[in-house]
């Protein structure tokens, strides 16, 4: 009896669980689908589900016609440049502050985290301005130094979250044997740190790729990102649809998959670890 | 414990970070506020002239200044109710068991990881377009009307793609907090004959409401400066029946070129985020005493 009620329960729950699923995730898959498609079966009626002739063309096309691996190379610089750059800075401060916590370490959190709530509008004008007087509207090196900064309070803040697990013990062990601050961190600690670095790194480099108000009003083609070459498709003229999609599919794929792997690291490090 | 030496260096590698942060803060911001009492509009020569208040006040009394702020409520609320009760049921239908499950959880959290610009753009052509959309053909399958959502409805399209985008990032904080909910204490109140609907009241909700918390208050903080939605979509319009106050000061700035109104505007919505900000704070202030 209570396993004929359990078997129904799975069953119920295992058809509602797959049916959320598969509405949500249906955007995703159309468009996927839709980059496989014609321009005219891109917008048939009814549409066409995996019935149609399958083709790569609009990969090529999207390519040939604007440079599309220029715009995927400046993402992958942007997007992990400017995770790097926030790395080389954030790895000693949040290591400092994880182990050799001052009175003013709390605050200094504080103050770092509150800078991320800072508004974009708020600094539009100047951060446009100070590009324009220093010629460096629509560079990588602008997008990128930008978006390390809107970035280096969640990295800070990542790292500090996985470098305070790290048992202070071993600490206090090399310390004793007469280790420098710089031969703790080198021989004992960096091993146990990398896992929580490689988490960051991950989580900075999705959050980079798809950041989408810099990179729109700062670039117009020479540096422009995936972000804003994806909004030139918004033209009215004509639908390309099929393009549109093979363009997006090649946007999303590689950070989906990366998202896919650190779902974890990401619940820990947007909510500052105040959940994980 | 800590030498004056360790602690000098732990200074110096802090330094770096808290440099660049002031310097990335502190800098535009004063710039922005100075911009803000000035005349400085840089299609008309660009000479700056201190005004007062005037660019408050013409912020201000702006005809799109009141729908701005209306519908940057009605965005951030939409999204929020939307994202938060979906998130919840979604979250506890994933801490369910059921076949597929991890599987599931990764078409779930999906939308999460898709860039803004694609969103819109797949959400504006291929579901809503009023001819060619899959919506539209959804509605003719059951006989009705097609909506020409972005005509019509262009504030709640738009809220309708920010909240797929948010409604992963609740879900998945909200399943993270409930799967370190002790199974005991649900176990024994199952005992004691409390139903489900009053276990779910009386145990499972007071457990997320620092998740939710959590979750309502970092979405705020991102939902208060939609930008890339808007911009390759409705571009603020019909009219501004989808103009939010980012929207809007990145009008007067990047349109308009009005650098002294564009920055009154920004320092509204900085004053306005910083509100919700607070809360932000205190909260994972108080964690992080634990």
């Known amino acids: 009896m209570a396993r004929a009620v359990s078997t129904r329960r799975t069953i119920v729950l295992t058809i509602a669980g797959w049916t959320v699923g598969l509405l949500i995730f249906f955007p995703v898959f159309w468009t996927v689908l839709t980059s496989f498609k014609t321009e005219g079966e891109a917008v048939a009626i009814p549409p066409s589900i995996l019935f149609f002739d399958w083709t ?89 130094v930008v978006i390390m900064l809107i970035n280096l309070p969640i990295i800070v803040w990542m790292l500090y979250t996985y470098f305070r697990e790290i048992p202070g013990d071993i600490l206090e062990a090399a310390r004793m044997d007469g280790a420098q601050l710089w031969q703790e961190i080198v021989h004992v600690l960096t091993p146990m740190a990398i896992p929580g670095i490689a988490s960051t790194f991950l989580l900075n480099v999705i959050l980079a790729w798809n950041e989408a108000f810099w990179t729109l009003n700062l670039t117009t083609t020479n540096a422009a990102p995936l972000t804003a070459f994806i909004a030139s498709y918004s033209s009215p003229e004509g639908l390309f649809w099929a393009k549109l999609s093979a363009a997006s599919t090649m946007a999303i794929a590689p950070i989906l998959i990366l998202g896919w792997f650190s779902q974890r690291q990401l619940v820990r490090g947007l909510t500052f670890g105040a959940v994980k | 414990m800590a030498t004056l030496h360790t602690r000098s260096t732990a200074r110096a590698m802090v330094a770096p970070s808290v440099i660049l942060l002031l310097v990335w803060m502190i800098v535009p911001l004063a710039m922005t506020l100075y911009f803000s009492f000035q005349r400085y509009r840089l299609l008309d020569g660009g000479e700056l002239r201190f005004t007062g208040w005037r660019n408050y006040e ?125 199974s005991e204490q649900i176990e024994a109140a199952e005992m004691d004959g409390a139903s489900a609907f009053s276990r779910f009241i009386y145990i ?76 932000l704070i205190r909260l994972i202030g108080k964690n992080l005493d634990r």
């Not at chain 2, 989808?242 to 919505?269: N, P, Q, W």
């Open chain 1, 56 to 144: 790569f063309e609009n990969y090529a096309e999207v390519q040939e016609r604007s440079n599309y691996l220029r715009h995927f190379f400046n993402s992958v610089v942007i997007s992990v440049g400017s995770t790097l750059l926030g790395l080389l800075v954030a790895v000693p401060a949040a290591w400092a502050m994880a182990f050799s916590p001052t009175k003013n370490t709390k605050n200094v959190l504080m103050w770092m985290l509150s800078t991320k709530m800072l508004p974009a509008v708020g600094v539009l004008m100047p951060i446009y301005l100070i590009f324009r007087d220093l010629g460096i509207l629509d560079s990588l090196l602008g997008l990128t």
């Open chain 2, 58 to 182: 013409r912020f201000v009394t702006n005809p799109t200044f009141d729908p701005a702020v209306i519908n940057t409520l009605l965005l951030v609320g939409g999204v929020l109710v939307i994202s938060v009760v979906g998130g919840l049921l979604i979250a506890l239908l994933l801490d369910q068991q059921f076949k597929g499950r991890t599987i599931v959880r990764l078409m779930v959290i999906a939308p999460f990881f898709v860039m803004p610009t694609v969103t819109a753009l797949v959400w504006k052509n291929m579901l809503m377009n009023p001819v060619f959309g899959l919506f539209s053909y959804v509605s003719r399958l059951f006989g009705l009307e097609p909506v020409d959502w972005l005509n019509d409805l262009p504030l709640l399209s738009v809220t309708l793609m920010v909240s797929w985008q948010w409604l992963p990032f609740a879900a998945l904080i909200l399943l993270t907090a409930l799967q370190s909910l002790d």
């Open chain 2, 204 to 279: 499972t909700l007071p457990h997320l409401s620092r998740a939710l918390t959590v979750v309502i208050l970092i979405e705020t903080i991102f939902l208060l400066s939609v930008f890339a939605e808007i911009f390759v979509t409705t571009g603020g319009g019909p009219g501004t029946q989808s103009t939010t106050l980012t929207y809007m000061v990145f009008k007067e700035a990047l349109f308009a070129f009005d650098v002294g109104r564009a920055s009154a505007g920004g320092i509204i919505a900085v004053i306005l985020a910083n509100i919700v900000a607070i809360f």
